[in-house]
């Protein structure tokens, strides 16, 4: 009889853990978003996902696809700190001109440049720090339009 009060002690206790556990993966959880580059209504060149928000410190599994109709044209998206200018890091991002990816502390994430008709998925942990990080696309011109904001929250 004792014994099986102690079975039934363990099973309990072990519920309990995998309970805690089960909740612990849902809030660090991977977050899996899915952003393309399209059109809007004045044929401007835009992101399909204007915003998105993360947890703090939680990985994120973000697949960029360059929808673009137009062959020729090639697309990114470079996510960078809180109060980063786009208007300064687009036009610093223009000599580094393989990729138009410069070398800058104030980059969060980013994926390489896309033809028309490829996606890549990439891997990153969001920041610690709650706030909103700006992300755009590093083609000469491209950012006045193709812009975005991370919310990490
Ligand atoms: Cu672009």
Redesign the pocket.
Known sequence: MKNKEKYISLIVSLLCLVSIALHGCQSSKTKTITIQ?TYNMNKD?IYDTPSFTVNPKQVISLTFKNSDPNPT????IIILKPSTNIVEFSTKAIAYSSDFIPKDKAIIAYTPLLSSGDSITIRFTAPEKKGEYPYL?T?PG?FTT?NGMMIVK
């Open positions: 580059s060149m044209m090639r697309h990114n696309c083609f491209h193709m």
